[in-house]
């Protein structure tokens, strides 16, 4: 596909890089020569320097015969006018917007035909949804969600003195005293897809898939220490943390916000009446401790400052709070992350590359496409769900009898309301939808294309 993307920033640059590989034609456009200039020193793309919101400069980017544009610069209303204006001028577009702002949420659901908006992507919101998830579970480092809410994938570390030291993962079952699945572990930063003579150790990150209903028996049977979470502090008060407060206000949890911005502290304190916003320097160790670390349940940080936040979350963990989440911009270098021990992190532009790779994929595959995409193992493999269809391949064959290509396992199957972890006389029908995990990333785009 023809694709524009408005904005050669992290976000930009990011899902450029990623379409790319798939094999899509890529038009980056910034009024920023020498940002153009790095991109396309590192990505096979198209450059056009100029406002993206011009009509002669998406002339020159040729919108009327592009497929897509993708709107990803810094300012909301710029993104809203470039979406407008492609539309205009190519009404058969599709467009995605990235919007941040609250004001605008209520508007943008209401006038999205107005806008031409085909997707509007708010990466500030993902994240706070994804934390409000890892808070409701805090013993996992991460969880993805598949056929409605029925199965998951979630990450867990091994630790010393885990069960899971030194479990082959033929016995995992046993131990476990529920049905999961290990679809991809972490060590050393490589990711490997492990059979049953596959022997865990500490320090690796290990994915399960399970029915959603087993979490909970995982974590207990696991003996790993959880505690709802009913006392949240939040260091940084940016739009996370709006989005997280009112999440977490909603679910019955006590919010206090600490922010060094008065102004900012002001605004909070007025939209977030039940949270407790304070103002003072989060990096201050005085101040956490006056505020009450030690007595909190989960700490979440959430400045604009990676380094910032990964010096606020070791300290946490140093003194012992439970759940530690941390906000990342940059998690490139995943290897040094780990090595710093750092529990569940969560990164915005992540979140958002995948809601756009998801939506072009959609638009290849109109019939059959992946109903969600998930990466996992850092970005080294993917989860793809996919429901079955009545001229998928294979329908009531057991997976014994079944050739599907080396880098595809089969994770889960959801048949109505009942998920399970399949084994070699599994099947799948009509209706059901499929889970498959994947090192190839994009190479599955239906579901056909697992088979061998």
Do not use: W
């Amino acid at each position: 596909m023809n694709i524009i993307i408005a904005g050669d920033g992290n976000v930009g640059s990011s899902i450029a890089k990623q379409l790319s590989k798939e094999g899509h034609d890529i038009t980056l456009v910034d009024s920023d020569g020498s940002v153009l200039e790095t991109s396309l020193e590192k990505i096979d793309v198209i450059s056009v320097k100029g406002n993206c919101a011009s009509m002669a400069v998406l002339r020159q980017a040729k919108v009327e015969s592009a497929d897509l544009l993708i709107a990803a610069t810094g300012a909301d209303e710029v993104n809203l006018l470039c979406c407008t204006t492609a539309h205009g001028m190519n009404p058969n577009i599709h467009t995605i917007a990235r919007i941040r702002n609250p004001e605008y949420t209520d508007q943008i659901y209401e006038m999205h035909d107005i806008f031409g908006l085909s997707l509007a992507v708010n990466p500030e919101r993902q994240t706070a949804v994804e934390i409000e998830r890892l808070l409701k579970y805090p013993g996992f480092l991460q969880r993805d969600t598949f056929a409605k809410g029925r199965a998951e994938i979630v990450e867990l570390r091994v630790d010393e003195g885990s069960s899971l030291c030194d479990l082959p993962l033929k016995q995992l079952n046993a131990t476990v005293k529920c049905n999961v699945l290990v679809c991809a572990v972490i060590r050393g930063g490589e990711t490997v897809t492990p059979n049953g003579d596959f022997v865990l150790s500490e320090g690796d990150r290990v994915f399960f898939t399970a029915p959603t209903n087993n979490l909970a028996k995982l974590l207990k049977n696991l003996k790993v220490i959880t505690r709802r979470v009913k006392r949240v502090m939040l260091v940084g008060g940016g739009r996370v943390s709006y989005y997280l407060a009112q999440l977490l206000l909603k679910d019955g949890m006590s919010v206090r916000i600490i922010e060094d911005d008065k102004e900012r502290c002001r605004v909070l304190a007025e939209s977030l009446p039940e949270a407790e916003v304070f103002c003072g320097n989060g990096a201050d160790r005085s101040v956490l401790e006056y505020e009450g670390l030690s007595e909190c349940d989960a700490l979440v940080t959430l400045t604009s400052v990676d380094e910032l936040n990964m010096i606020v979350s070791l300290r946490a963990t140093a003194k012992g709070v439970p759940t530690v989440i941390t906000k990342l911009n940059n998690v490139e270098n995943r290897t040094i992350i780990d090595s710093l021990s750092l529990r569940s992190v969560v990164c915005p532009k992540e979140l958002c590359c995948e809601s756009i790779v998801r939506y072009v994929r959609a638009m290849q595959n109109q019939s059959g496409a992946a109903i969600s995409v998930h990466a996992i193992a850092d970005g080294q493999a993917e989860a793809v769900e996919f429901l079955v269809e009545k001229d998928t391949p294979n329908c009531g064959i057991p997976l014994k009898n079944i050739r599907t290509r080396d880098d595809v396992l089969i994770s889960s199957i959801t048949s109505g309301s009942k998920t399970v972890i399949p084994n070699g006389e599994s099947t799948f029908a009509a209706g059901d939808i499929v889970v498959i995990v994947t090192g190839g990333r994009g190479s599955i785009r239906q579901l056909k294309d697992i088979f061998d």
